[in-house]
């Protein structure tokens, strides 16, 4: 069962990358994002960690694609991309790159670690949410101050990138809402 | 059969290929962005396989903070897309050369 679950699941997530790189149209392409994301909650669902597919789902699978589905409207981009290829030796190079990049992971991963033996202190006990948030706000509590500070400097970077070059210009209500 | 951690870490090998070459084939720069995304999210998978299979929450709490930096990522990255398209109409990548001698 959950063999057949595993399989269909990653056909999903497989199946949505290609088409994320294969499609010609943005829009479909970030359609075929969500797909992929959400067979990412999946597997992290089969993996018990289901703080982490809530978030995947809700962070990722919405607020992310959203937001590019706004980009791709504001700027009206979502017209089908020309096939034709302006440098054509590109494209066989980075599929031969990508072969390459199969095999060199796959034969670095057939070795055996020194690493490898099991945690003692961060077992994973009780219930999902109540270990992850214990590990967060005691062992990793500076770290998570530091994303606070992370996330107001992008806001006011994706805020100040986003309006009118010049002085003085009136900021945009639709721009502000991609920095948001 | 069982599902060891090893089928899970042979679908983020793939994704993360999928989304590296994808990166280097297509010339939308939103579409390339979006190969970030799945990159990002190979490495993830990965992340929560080796919590899983090494019995440490640590792992997840590491995805916890990829998936914060990645938000901040796409919001300043579709911001930087929006001044590019503001400036020029163009809408690939190799249109982007100021910087060439």
């Given amino acids: ?180 | 059969m069982t599902i060891t951690g090893n089928y899970y870490l042979i679908v983020a090998l793939l994704l993360f290929t999928i989304g590296a070459t994808g990166l280097l084939i297509r010339r939308n720069v939103l579409v390339m962005f979006m190969c970030i995304e799945l990159m990002l999210n190979a490495v993830n998978l990965t992340f929560v396989t080796f919590a899983k299979m090494l019995d440490d929450v640590g792992g997840q709490v590491i995805v916890f903070f990829t998936l914060v930096v990645a938000a901040a990522e796409v919001a300043v990255g579709l911001a930087i897309i929006v001044a590019i398209f503001r400036r020029r109409r163009g809408a690939t990548a190799d249109d982007i050369d100021l910087l060439r001698g």
């Fill in chain 1, 1 to 180: 069962m959950i063999a057949v679950m595993f399989f269909v699941v990653a056909a999903l997530v497989l199946g949505g990358a290609l088409g994320v790189v294969l499609s010609p149209n943005p829009v479909y392409s970030a359609l075929f994002l969500v797909a992929t994301l959400i067979g990412i909650a999946a597997f992290f669902l089969m993996e018990n960690a289901q703080l982490l597919a809530a978030v995947q789902i809700i962070v990722y699978a919405s607020a992310v694609v959203v937001l590019f589905l706004f980009v791709i409207m504001l700027l009206g981009v979502d017209r089908y991309e020309g096939l034709g290829d302006p440098r054509p030796l590109q494209r066989p190079v980075a599929v031969v790159v990508g072969i390459i990049l199969v095999l060199e992971i796959a034969l670095l991963a057939g070795h055996n670690w020194a690493t490898g033996t099991k945690s003692q202190v961060g077992k994973l006990h009780g219930a999902n949410i109540q270990s992850v948030a214990r590990a967060l706000f005691t062992t990793y509590l500076w770290p998570f101050e530091i994303t606070a500070i992370l996330f107001v400097a992008a806001v006011v970077g994706a805020v100040v990138l986003a309006r009118r070059s010049g002085r003085g210009a009136p900021v945009e209500s639709s721009s502000a809402e991609v920095g948001s």
